[in-house]
C-alpha cells in the first residue's frame, strides 16, 4: 500500500487526510486524532422550565404635569408632558414610573427656599 498525501507538501498541513492506492483503487486514510481535537465528554445542563405566564407588556402613560412654585416675590409656572413606560396600569406603578422619568429633570431636583410654596397638579391617562 502507497500512502499519497493530499494538498500541500509541507510539514504544516498534517490534519489533511492521505489517499492510500490499492491495487486500481484508491481510499481516503484520515490522519489520526490529535488530543486537542479530540471531543470533549458531554456534560449535561439542566434549566429550569420557563413559567407558564408570558411577560406582561408594560403601559403607556401619558403624564401632564403643572408645577407652580410660589416665592416670597415671584411665582414660576411651569408646565411639562411627557409618556412613561409603567409595569401595568394601577396608580402606584404609574406614579412610580413618572418619579423614575422625573429624577433625572434639574427642575425636580431643586428645593425651594424656607417658605415658599409648591403646587403639583398632576394628570396621568392609561
Keep these: 500500500m502507497r500512502l499519497l498525501r ?8 498534517d490534519s489533511h487526510p492521505m ?14 486524532v490529535e488530543p486537542s481535537t479530540a471531543p470533549r465528554a ?4 439542566f434549566v429550569e ?3 407558564a ?4 407588556p408594560l403601559v403607556s402613560v401619558k403624564a401632564e404635569i403643572r408645577a407652580k412654585r410660589l416665592g416670597a416675590w415671584n411665582v414660576e409656572d411651569d408646565r411639562y408632558a411627557a409618556t412613561v ?10 406614579i412610580a414610573a413618572l ?7 434639574a427642575d425636580f431636583q431643586r ?7 409648591l403646587i403639583l397638579q398632576i394628570s396621568l391617562h392609561s
Design 19 to 32: 489517499v492510500a492506492c490499492e491495487g486500481s483503487a484508491l481510499r481516503i486514510v484520515e490522519p489520526p
Design 6 to 13: 493530499m494538498g500541500h507538501s509541507d510539514k504544516t498541513h
Design 111 to 117: 428645593a425651594g427656599a424656607e417658605g415658599d410654596q
Design 85 to 94: 413606560a409603567a409595569p401595568d396600569s394601577s396608580p402606584a406603578a404609574m
Design 99 to 105: 418619579a423614575k422619568a422625573c429624577a433625572g429633570i
Design 53 to 56: 405566564e408570558a411577560p406582561k
Design 42 to 45: 458531554w456534560v449535561p445542563t
Design 49 to 51: 422550565p420557563a413559567s
